[in-house]
């Protein structure tokens, strides 16, 4: 295990984590996009257990019916992105005191990479419907003939 500490930028919420590693990866979808506004976002899992939220936690957005994204109302950095009744969640690279010591180990999404900003890496890459517990959560919240990604 790997102690991390991060926080948002105003420093308002702050986090110590124990992660398995050092292992990140790029979330290319497009409500990832549209949450960090970039063209993808950085993430590590760990339980949800393992964070403590130092001085208050973040504050959740449902980003779909079945997930939600915490951030700091104050200075609106992007901290969080977690399935409802998972036991993992994902953490943002970026607000990582020391954002280095994470290596990045595939690419997901890709379906909705922007291919204007795609330089090859060699990583694996995944498509979000290669996620087969993913897409069996989408289905049952949205329907069978919907595929994930914003519900307008």
Partial sequence: MVE??????????????????????????????RAFGNVFAAFFNVKKANVRWEARPPVYYASSKIARRGFCDRCGTPLTFEYHESENMDLSVGSLEHPERMRPVMHVGVESRLASF????????????????????WKKAYGEGVTPGPQR
Avoid at 21 to 32: G, I, K, L, R, V
Avoid at 130 to 137: C, L, N, R, S, T
């Fill in 118 to 137: 795609h330089t090859s890496d060699g990583l694996p890459e995944k498509r979000v419907e290669d996620f087969e517990h993913i897409v069996a959560k």
């Fill in 4 to 33: 991390l500490a991060g926080a948002c930028q105003c420093g308002a919420v702050r986090y110590t984590v124990r992660a398995k590693n050092h292992d990140a990866y790029y979330c290319h979808c497009s409500m990832c996009r």
